[in-house]
């Protein structure tokens, strides 16, 4: 147990739908992290915050986007859904801010998008 | 663009030992990781290397060599367990200007026969 928590584990939605993912870091990290894992990809970096504040951006599509709050805890919205949406999504964290070089992962949210 | 090259599939017999190479490509490069992922799970770390030089821990070893953009995991007295998704990641800049976000590999998956 990494001591991320993420919710939920599965989610079924249609095309077209909203949802969000909630992801709580490790006691004491500041900085959390959003990954993409399908199985024609891979697993890819999307963002990352850092004491609530957008800190690096990757592969991130316009139709998502994510906040930090003041507790901590991220969360992955992801809007206008289309069935390549479809993947593991998981938050990781880490205590530090850049010079960070383990991150935890959480046990991911199965998205599957119908 | 950042890219990592790593075998798609790696067999192995339990007891033996078994080396895991990963080369890449990227730009600001600050160091390479490890990650294990059993089936379903959750990425583990493994270990990092930031300069260039043998990283031991316990069963599993990690090589770099910067001037050759190419690393190695070495698992030793490998046992059933062990069979699982092996991931090298690299550290580098990102157009927000950290060093945070990992870009992954495709991933090994290591297969161990008794």
């Known amino acids: 147990d990494s001591g991320v928590t993420q919710t939920p584990k599965h989610l079924i939605t249609a095309t077209g739908q909203r949802v969000t993912l909630r992801c709580s870091p490790r006691s004491g990290d500041l900085s959390v992290y959003w990954y993409q894992q399908s199985l024609d990809q891979g697993l890819q970096f999307l963002i990352q915050?850092?004491?609530?504040?957008?800190?690096a951006k990757g592969n991130i599509l316009e139709r998502f986007s994510a906040q930090q709050f003041p507790d901590l805890h991220s969360e992955l919205n992801l809007s206008s859904l289309e069935l390549g949406d479809s993947a593991l999504y998981f938050c990781?964290?880490?205590?530090?801010?850049?010079?960070?070089?383990?991150?935890?992962f959480g046990p991911g949210t199965r998205l599957t998008v119908t | 663009g950042q890219s990592l090259e790593q075998p798609s599939e790696v067999t192995a017999v339990e007891g033996a030992i078994v080396q895991i190479n990963c080369t890449y490509q990227t730009s600001g490069f600050y160091g390479l990781s490890w990650y294990q992922q059993h089936d379903g799970g959750a990425p583990t770390f493994l270990s990092y290397?930031?300069?260039?030089g043998l990283e031991e821990t316990g069963r599993f070893s990690s090589f770099l060599s910067r001037s050759d953009s190419y690393g190695y995991l070495l698992l030793q007295e490998l046992q059933m367990k062990d069979s699982a998704s092996y991931f090298c990641?690299?550290?580098?800049?990102?157009?927000?200007?950290?060093?945070?976000?990992?870009?992954f590999g495709k991933g090994t998956h290591l297969i161990i026969q008794p």
């Open positions: 915050y850092y004491n609530g504040e957008e800190r």
């Open positions: 290397n930031a300069l260039d």
């Open positions: 990781a964290s880490s205590p530090l801010r850049g010079g960070t070089y383990e991150q935890y």
């Open positions: 990641a690299v550290r580098s800049m990102y157009s927000g200007g950290g060093a945070d976000g990992l870009t």
